[in-house]
């Protein structure tokens, strides 16, 4: 079991920190923008708003699987294969123009989604112990944080500039 100092003097703590602040400014960067994204394309408000309910849906049942997953296969691996796929939608959502391509971003982003936060959640128990777990959250959270601000910011900046998502 860990204390929160101990933590802090692992790689694996840093690893997890910096991985969170990554993941985070992505997620946040795709949740903010995807709606004015799709409306710029030429989707209706009420069906690129849906897009963000497949996200929400996708997620509860990636949280489900994945975490079955994880228990089965490891923490770990579960964890870099939700946010590989992550990525991978993310990549696919560069290119997608047409509704049912956003949808289906959505699902396997929301499905990824969830998969690494259950994955990562439990992968920071069998790490650090779960004596302390909630004070080594609480500090590995900042980068959850801090991601989350800069991520929708860093796409406003990209849109402001060249006036397009590209």
């Not at 079991?1 to 990554?22: D, E, G, P, Y």
């Not at 990549?91 to 994955?119: N, Q, R």
């Amino acid at each position: 079991h860990f204390s929160l100092l101990q933590a802090f003097r692992t790689r694996n703590f840093w690893t997890i920190w910096f991985a969170w602040l990554l993941f985070s400014s992505c997620l946040y960067m795709v949740m903010t923008h995807i709606v004015p994204y799709a409306t710029d394309i030429g989707i209706s408000a009420m069906k690129a708003a849906t897009i963000l309910s497949v996200i929400g849906g996708s997620s509860i049942l990636g949280r489900l699987l994945i975490g079955r997953v994880s228990d089965t296969i490891g923490r770990k691996k579960t964890a870099i294969a939700c946010a590989l796929l992550t990525a991978g939608a993310m990549i696919w959502l560069v290119g997608s123009h047409e509704l049912w391509m956003l949808y289906l971003c959505a699902v396997v982003f929301g499905f990824s989604y969830g998969g690494v936060d259950t994955s990562v959640g439990a992968l920071i128990g069998d790490t650090f112990g779960v004596h302390r777990i909630g004070i080594i959250i609480g500090a590995l959270s900042a980068s959850w944080a801090l991601g989350g601000a800069i991520g929708p910011t860093i796409g406003g900046l990209v849109y402001d500039s060249s006036n397009n998502y590209s």
